[in-house]
């Protein structure tokens, strides 16, 4: 008994062996090596494609002078755009630097709290703000941005951290940040860009040590690169710094990278594609995407000067959205706040409206997957989403009649229809070879002009 005793045991050390072996092989095998092939079959965390509709948000120095776009400096200093000179010749004295700005983001008014509570209620389920745009100002302390930074500038405070910690506490949504990799006027960038960059300086002393820092201290779930077209992958070290991402950050198994890491990227390379600032496929998508947008169609950032007539209205904005998700999007919706820390209120008007819509139609949008059709021409143009369980078909023309015909979906005896925000079945009745044909009731009155049909048993 004794002998048998040893032997199992003698056994079930070597079977603890082999598997802390096969484990071992796995975890190396289970490691992203620092290529584009390796990088590319890392499969796509899953809360990303479930929470379809984001917030982006545009602030920094280029909130003060808040004239033409985000862009004032590179059109003021490096285009020269005479607009842009006439603009500081009339309002600013001569010699005035665009570093002279930054005292006047004061941020008096910033809430990050309210912020929060303005995401959550437009039915926002992600958040990306700004860490660090072309002009190289960062909204956090960070360690390689002496004085050019929100904490030692400006505002004196960590903006990152503070609305970091306040979209995290509402639970239901994840934090992002944007982060370019150039800066128009760094000195080490300039001096990297000469070199035709053979010289790495920016990246050594400014970028890696910025970029590991903002991960580590903040651990974002969603890093959504830009500024990257000057260069090639190669000199960002992008393909090292995912590897990174991926394998030891304190995110790497929930962190989403986008697909602007160098030259040659842009739809090709990352974790999900934007491919170009507001990106509309005329089809589905083969890769996961997302498209970014703004209320204000001429700018991302603040502009003291825009008109209504420049901003998106509440039916084009969810029509963009049910475009964007029915074909296996994520839409991101930008808004840039005032030096002083506020939203405007035209931005916060949208934002809430889009979220009385959703409380009704969201189930057409969180977690849904591309139907097997995308849309159709039936009494009006439809746009489908589907679940495991339902079929959902929105439309944005308002009928004006209660017959209502869809030519796609087969039904069965087991089909219910319902209409959205309405709890009583609709009559229906089969067409000949595939659709229906329903009796929709009267339509209730929505500024988003948008309605939702649920088609429950249809194949």
């Given at each position: 008994?004794?002998?048998?005793?040893?032997?199992?045991?003698?056994?079930l050390?070597?079977?603890?062996?082999g598997?802390?072996?096969?484990?071992?092989?796995?975890?190396?095998?289970?490691?992203?090596?620092?290529?584009?092939?390796?990088?590319?079959?890392?499969?796509?965390?899953?809360?990303?494609?479930?929470?379809?509709?984001?917030?982006?948000?545009?602030?920094?120095?280029?909130?003060?002078?808040?004239?033409?776009?985000?862009?004032?400096?590179?059109?003021?200093?490096?285009e020269?755009?005479?607009?842009?000179?006439?603009?500081?010749?009339?309002n600013y004295?001569?010699?005035?630097?665009?570093?002279e700005?930054?005292?006047?983001?004061?941020?008096?008014?910033?809430?990050?709290?309210?912020?929060?509570?303005?995401?959550?209620?437009?039915?926002?389920?992600y958040?990306?703000?700004?860490?660090?745009?072309?002009?190289?100002?960062?909204?956090?302390?960070?360690?390689?941005s002496?004085?050019?930074?929100?904490?030692?500038?400006g505002?004196?405070?960590?903006?990152?951290?503070?609305?970091?910690?306040?979209?995290?506490?509402?639970?239901?949504?994840?934090?992002?940040?944007?982060?370019?990799?150039?800066?128009?006027?760094?000195?080490?960038?300039?001096?990297?860009?000469?070199?035709?960059?053979?010289?790495?300086?920016?990246?050594?002393?400014?970028?890696?040590?910025?970029?590991?820092?903002?991960?580590?201290?903040?651990?974002?779930?969603?890093?959504?690169?830009?500024?990257?077209?000057?260069?090639?992958?190669?000199?960002?070290?992008?393909?090292?710094?995912?590897?990174?991402?991926?394998?030891?950050?304190?995110?790497?198994?929930?962190?989403?990278?986008?697909?602007r890491?160098?030259?040659?990227?842009?739809?090709?390379?990352?974790?999900?594609?934007?491919?170009?600032?507001?990106?509309?496929?005329?089809?589905?998508?083969?890769?996961?995407?997302?498209?970014?947008?703004?209320?204000?169609?001429?700018?991302?950032?603040y502009?003291?000067?825009?008109?209504?007539?420049?901003?998106?209205?509440?039916?084009?904005?969810?029509?963009?959205?049910?475009?964007?998700?029915?074909?296996?999007?994520?839409?991101?919706?930008?808004?840039?706040?005032?030096?002083d820390?506020?939203?405007?209120?035209?931005?916060?008007?949208?934002?809430?409206?889009?979220?009385?819509?959703l409380k009704?139609?969201?189930?057409?949008?969180?977690?849904?997957?591309p139907?097997?059709?995308?849309?159709e021409?039936?009494?009006?143009?439809?746009?489908?989403?589907?679940?495991?369980?339902?079929?959902y078909?929105?439309?944005?023309t308002?009928?004006?009649?209660?017959?209502?015909?869809?030519?796609?979906?087969?039904?069965?005896?087991?089909?219910?229809?319902?209409?959205?925000?309405?709890?009583?079945?609709?009559?229906?009745?089969?067409?000949?070879?595939?659709g229906?044909?329903?009796?929709?009731?009267?339509?209730?009155?929505?500024?988003?002009?948008?309605?939702?049909?649920?088609l429950?048993?249809?194949?």
């Open positions: 008994t004794q002998i048998v005793r040893q032997q199992v045991i003698y056994s050390r070597w079977l603890l062996l598997l802390c072996a096969v484990l071992c092989v796995s975890g190396r095998r289970a490691r992203y090596t620092a290529d584009w092939a390796s990088l590319d079959a890392r499969p796509l965390p899953a809360w990303y494609d479930d929470v379809k509709f984001g917030i982006f948000i545009h602030w920094g120095v280029f909130s003060v002078p808040s004239f033409g776009s985000e862009w004032f400096w590179w059109y003021w200093q490096g020269k755009d005479p607009d842009y000179y006439l603009f500081m010749i009339k004295p001569k010699g005035f630097s665009y570093a700005f930054a005292p006047g983001l004061k941020a008096e008014f910033f809430d990050p709290n309210e912020w929060a509570e303005i995401f959550e209620a437009s039915g926002a389920k958040v990306v703000f700004t860490s660090k745009h072309h002009e190289g100002f960062t909204n956090w302390e960070s360690p390689t002496w004085n050019w930074n929100s904490v030692d500038n505002p004196h405070r960590d903006i990152v951290g503070e609305l970091a910690a306040a979209v995290r506490k509402r639970k239901s949504m994840h934090f992002g940040l944007y982060h370019s990799l150039f800066e128009w006027f760094h000195p080490l960038y300039l001096s990297d860009k000469d070199s035709n960059f053979t010289k790495q300086d920016f990246i050594r002393n400014k970028l890696m040590p910025e970029l590991y820092d903002l991960v580590t201290s903040y651990k974002p779930e969603l890093i959504w690169s830009d500024g990257d077209w000057e260069a090639p992958d190669t000199y960002w070290n992008s393909t090292e710094f995912l590897a990174w991402l991926y394998n030891d950050s304190p995110v790497k198994d929930v962190i989403v990278v986008n697909d890491w160098g030259q040659g990227c842009y739809c090709k390379h990352g974790g999900y594609f934007n491919c170009a600032d507001k990106y509309t496929p005329p089809e589905l998508p083969k890769h996961k995407w997302e498209k970014c947008n703004s209320v204000d169609t001429h700018s991302w950032g502009r003291r000067n825009m008109k209504l007539s420049e901003l998106m209205d509440l039916p084009t904005i969810i029509k963009d959205l049910v475009y964007t998700v029915a074909l296996g999007g994520n839409y991101l919706l930008n808004i840039g706040p005032a030096s820390g506020q939203i405007p209120v035209i931005f916060q008007d949208r934002l809430l409206r889009i979220g009385e819509w009704v139609n969201g189930e057409a949008i969180y977690s849904t997957k139907w097997r059709v995308q849309t021409n039936g009494t009006v143009p439809v746009w489908y989403t589907s679940t495991s369980s339902a079929v078909a929105t439309f944005h308002n009928p004006k009649q209660f017959s209502f015909q869809l030519f796609v979906p087969k039904t069965s005896e087991n089909t219910v229809v319902t209409l959205l925000g309405n709890p009583n079945p609709l009559k229906w009745a089969p067409l000949h070879s595939s229906l044909v329903m009796l929709l009731p009267d339509l209730p009155s929505t500024p988003a002009e948008a309605w939702v049909i649920k429950e048993g249809v194949a």
